[in-house]
Structures are given as C-alpha cells and as structure tokens.
DNA sequence: AATGAATGAGCTTTCATTCAT
DNA sequence: GATGAATGAAAGCTCATTCAT
C-alpha cells in the first residue's frame, strides 16, 4: 500500500464514517479501524481530526467541480449553463448519498461558516458560479441581488430537495428535478 | 427566583450556549454555570441533555409561529399572506440571531430529521403554511410540486440570507428582505 | 397520619424497594416517594441512610425473634427445639420473601459484618439460640464445636434453601423443608 | 511492562479494592491508581465495570476448580472425594481471603443470581461436584434431596465458617477444618 | 514509517443530604 | 414539623492525541 493510498483509505474511511454517524460519533480510532490502518498513523497525514474534516470536504468540492465541469455547456446562454449547474449538482448528490451527508453537516457547523467566510471575502479564486451570475447581472437576465443571495435562492432549495429525497420524504425523478431547477431560475430571472 | 425562572434561566443559557458554541461544545456544566444554578438542578426541569435541547426547540417553534400569526392576513390573497409568512419569518430571525443559529443546528441534526418525519408523516397537526400551499395548488395558483419542494423553494433562501446577514456575509435592509421573499413567490408561483 | 406512622411508612418503603433494587439502586427520594413523604422527612426519623438501613434490619430481627418464640417449645428436649427454630425461620422467610431479600443483602455487607462482630463480641444479649447451643454441648447431644460454627450449620443451609426457592431454582415443601432441618440436625448432633 | 501484566494488574487491583470496600466503593479510578494505569486503560482490557467484575470472578472460578483438581481421589470412595474437595475449598479460601471475600459478594449479587441461574439450568458443563453428587444419589449413599440443596448442606456452612475465620471472630485449624467437613458429610450421608 | 497501548481531561448523569420556606 | 428544590461531589465511561517500540 502506497503513501497516498494510505491517506486515501483514511480520508474515505472518515467519510464514511461521518458522513453515517456525524462528526461527534466517528471516533480517530473507528476511522483507523475501518481504513485498516493504525490510529497513529492518520497522524502521519493530518495535523488532526480537524484537519482531516476540512480535507475531506476539499476532497468533495473538487469532485463536485469536476461534476459541474464536466460537458458545461460554455458559450451557451445563461439559463441553459444554470440549468447544467442545477442538473450537475443535484445528479451528483443524489448517486453520492453519503457524501452529501457529509457536506451537509460540514456546511451547518463552525468548519462550514469559516470556509464560506473565505468564499465571499475573496480568499478563494472566483468560481464558474460567480462568473455566471455577475455575466447574468450584467446582461440584465438576472435579479440585482447580492451574489450570496442569488446563491441561496439557486442552491438552497436544490440542497433542501436532495436531503428529503436521501431521508425518503420525497422520491426526485428527472420531471421533478427539472421543474426545481427550473422553479430556481424563476427566483432568480428578471 | 421563582420555580419557573430557574426553568428558563436554564433553557436561555442552554439556548445562548448551544447557538454559539454547538450541541457538543455546550456542557451541561457550563450551561448550569451560565444558568447560575447546579449542574443537578437542570435535571429537575429536564429529563437530560436531549430533552433539554427538544425542550428549546418547542419553545422556539411557538415563538415563531406566534410571530408569523401576529396579524396574519387571514382572508387576503395567498399571495398576500405568502409575504406576511416570509417577512415575519425573517423578522423574527434577524432579532433574534442566537435563536437562529440554534433552530439551524437542531434542524441539522438527528432531532431535527426525526422532527421533520413527524412533520412529514403527519403526526403533527396541518400548519398554517401547509394549508396556504394547499389553497393555492387547488386554486392554481402556485406551482403543482410536492409540498416538501414547495416549503424548500419558500424557506430555504429566505434561512439561507438569514445566515449569511447574522454572519455578516451580507447586510439586509427592508428591500432586500422584500425582494428576497418576492423572489421567493416567483420560485413557486405559476 | 401520626409521627409514628410516617416513621414505618418510611421503614416499609425502604425495606421494599431495598429488597427490590439493593442498597444502591433505592434512592432515597425515591424511597421518600414511595412512603408518601418528602425526602427532607426521612431525615426527621433516621440520621441517614446507614442509620436507616441498620433500622430496618433491626425491625425484621424483631419479627424473626418473635416467630421463633411463638410456640417455642421451652421445656421440651434440644432436639425438638432445633427443629422448632428451624421450622419457623424458614416459614417466615418464605412468606415473606421481600424481607429475606432484604435480610441477605444486609447480612453480606459492610453493616452484616458489624452487625456479627457486636453479636459474638458481646454487645448483645445471649439468644434463645446460643442458649440451645450451649445447652446441647453441656448435654453432650451436639458436637463439641465453636458456636459460630454450630451456628453456621444449622443455618446456612437452610437460609440457601430459602434463596433458591425465592429464586425458583427450587420448590421448597413442608416435607423438603422438614428433610433440610433434619439433614442440619444431622450435622450438629452427636 | 507487558500487555497481559497490565491486565492483570487491573485485575488484581480490582479484586482487592472490591474484596475490602464493594463492589460500589471501589471506583474504576482508584482501581486504575492501585494497578498504576490511567482511567482508560481499564476499558482497553474489559468492556465495561460488569465486564471486569465477570472476569475476575471467572478467574477465580478458574483457580478454585484448580484447587480441588489438584490430587483429586479419582475412582475413591464418595465420602473420600467428598472431604478432598471440602478440604481443597476451605485450604483455597484460608490462603486467599481476599478472593474469599470477592466470591462471597459476587455471588451474593445480581452477578451471582445470573451465574447460579445459569449453572442450575444448564448452561453450564457438569461438574465435579455434580457428577459426585449424582453418584452419590445413585448409590444410595447420601440422601435423596435435590442438588441445591445438597449443595447448600456441603458447602454452605463451609463458607460460612471460612467468612467468620476471615472475619477474625473463629479461629480455624486443621482439626476443626476437618471436624465442620465431616458435619457437612452428616448433614448429606444417608 | 507505522504501530496501537496508554493517557487523562472531559463528558453526562446520579443522589445523599441540606435548608429556606 | 414538613417540604422539596437545590446542591455539588462523585460516578462510569469516551476519545483525540502521543510516543516508545
């Protein structure tokens, strides 16, 4: 086993582990246990447990980048780009159960609010999100809201129906899917 | 101090603390010294720590819709009353930060997954917002999408720019407040 | 309800839920509330929960006295007394179960050691039992042995008896019962 | 220090804390500062307090049984075997009183109520002193009671006296060792 | 590099006892 | 006398982190 598989081991080990039980109950030596590794040795690739967290959800966002990147359609008109990014984020949660589990509970605690301090004031580089609003706001195709509002109304009803379909209160299917996304864009359109 | 100040001193400690610091960064010691009373004394009003916390939550949840039925538009267009729900709802919110920050942690958690299956499955009574979705899908009015997409469209931005005003990501005033509920209407309305 | 009263309300409550629970899982509030008083008044009648204890055993040490000299057979040979004494320990414990409980767990404890220790050193009356013992060896009808040893094998068995049928590993009748206190007589008589 | 030794330094430790104090005053962090270990290494060796309390009763199970294996009269008289292993018994006991006195509270406890259950209604091996029992039955040699209760004959005052020797208020030598095992065999011969 | 036993501070909860009313 | 709310010291147990091997 290699360097990096070990730290792979580790860091979907804590993700799964998390992602079921919350952070609170995801002992350092379950994770070692489940990864096949010893306690210790998690130490060799975090600083600690914290560290772990915010590496995982790194892990995540990159992948769900990757989603939203993958066949973007650049080049093509505003509502048909929001779309992709309301299909791609939603399609992504909603084969990945476990880690929009884990997102969702890395968001709603102190780890989330420090990451989404340094999203809007800048200490990460503008994302195809912001670009596509501020092109949006320019064009006068979208609402003269604050970005982080224009953001919420996208994103959060997306983020809300994903975590009922995963607690089985409701049963998404692409129709439905659809007519969310769509829902989203009327919030947001002029 | 009365019988009854203890009860709450504790549960406005509990409440203060919990919001601030987390569900497990809130021990019941501290709370109890925040409270001014013994660590036993708060088991005389609560069964334990997750009692105490579901305790919090009801007292929350009959402030709230106290706040939303402060003179509810009853009668007027469902549009009408749609904007009286969402602005009392942001009202009550952006006076109350810490109370915000606590109901966001509870509703992110297992108490309130079970809280919400209550909800969902009927074993609490149709609320107000429930009924108004209902006459406006029989009406025609607002979308034909399950009440579940319905309540993210609605509430899920207007917590979300809550959250983001109490963190000072953003700074609302009356008109965006408006806005964001109009927005909100858009999402769900034909 | 008179001091008196309250006092054995106390004492019946304890010996119950003692019997019941054991020492360390009958709390006195718990106690308090059983006798229908409040937990500050157990401690008008005993100076504490020790205290209270040692009463209670006290109490039944009365009762068992008292059964046995009911009918005691004074006068009568060594032999039909021991049967005698035998007979009615064993009736009083087995329809009195709680009591036995209670009993037991006392005689196997920090106050049961205290409790023997005053009794072979001195601090009590010579009994109806010692009396018989005593008798026997001048009479040369029971084996030349330390009373605490004739004590033991005359009633130790017998109290086991009474476990294991409360314990329903057996079912105690009047001619097992019989055969256990004769088998006793066997291990003491010459 | 090896694994096992801090094992069974907690072990000792415990079986001498409980011996002398009880099982309720003998905490797990004094036990842990008798053995020389911290708090939590306890828990590395036994699941919980229970746990611990089990193995050191079946550990000292263990060395009884050892005890009365040890030249033990196979294929001698009933009455022969029957002395050895009063005699192995009272010789185990006298030389270790403090697993006397574990015993003694163990099996006068929920713990002991569990393990006789379980002995008596099979979930256990036959043993020596069963099988010894049966054959005696079977020959006709002691008398036909049922096998608690001539268990409680044999060895009920055996610990008895043993408790009392400990206690200081006998003081036992081999002849009268041997005089209260022949009275056992009175109390169980025909 | 890797291990995993050991640490010990910290957690929630209980309960005998007190004392203001 | 009686009350019962309040106390606060302990209890059993967990777990992130360290460090000798």
């Given at each position: 086993m290699s360097k990096t598989d070990k730290r792979e081991m580790v860091l979907h080990a804590a993700l799964e582990l998390i992602a079921e039980k919350g952070f609170h109950d995801a002992p350092m030596a379950t994770i070692a246990e489940t990864a096949g590794?010893?306690?210790?040795?998690?130490y060799r690739y975090f600083e600690n447990k914290d560290d772990l967290i915010r590496e995982i959800y790194s892990y995540l966002e990159g992948n769900i980048w990757a989603a939203i990147k993958?066949?973007?359609?650049?080049?093509?008109?505003i509502r048909e780009r929001f779309l992709h990014i309301g299909q791609s984020l939603m399609g992504y949660f909603l084969v990945s159960p476990m880690e929009f589990r884990f997102i969702e509970q890395f968001q709603n605690s102190p780890y989330g609010v420090d990451c989404r301090r340094d999203k809007f004031f800048g200490k990460k580089d503008k994302d195809l999100v912001t670009e596509l609003f501020e092109e949006g706001l320019n064009q006068q195709i979208?609402?003269?809201?604050p970005l982080p509002i224009l953001s919420a109304l996208s994103f959060g009803p997306l983020i809300d129906a994903c975590r009922d379909h995963i607690l089985q209160f409701i049963e998404l299917d692409d129709t439905l899917i659809n007519q969310i996304i769509e829902a989203n864009w009327d919030a947001i359109r002029r």
């Amino acid at each position: 086993m290699s360097k990096t598989d070990k730290r792979e081991m580790v860091l979907h080990a804590a993700l799964e582990l998390i992602a079921e039980k919350g952070f609170h109950d995801a002992p350092m030596a379950t994770i070692a246990e489940t990864a096949g590794v010893s306690a210790g040795t998690i130490y060799r690739y975090f600083e600690n447990k914290d560290d772990l967290i915010r590496e995982i959800y790194s892990y995540l966002e990159g992948n769900i980048w990757a989603a939203i990147k993958k066949n973007y359609p650049e080049g093509r008109p505003i509502r048909e780009r929001f779309l992709h990014i309301g299909q791609s984020l939603m399609g992504y949660f909603l084969v990945s159960p476990m880690e929009f589990r884990f997102i969702e509970q890395f968001q709603n605690s102190p780890y989330g609010v420090d990451c989404r301090r340094d999203k809007f004031f800048g200490k990460k580089d503008k994302d195809l999100v912001t670009e596509l609003f501020e092109e949006g706001l320019n064009q006068q195709i979208i609402k003269d809201l604050p970005l982080p509002i224009l953001s919420a109304l996208s994103f959060g009803p997306l983020i809300d129906a994903c975590r009922d379909h995963i607690l089985q209160f409701i049963e998404l299917d692409d129709t439905l899917i659809n007519q969310i996304i769509e829902a989203n864009w009327d919030a947001i359109r002029r």
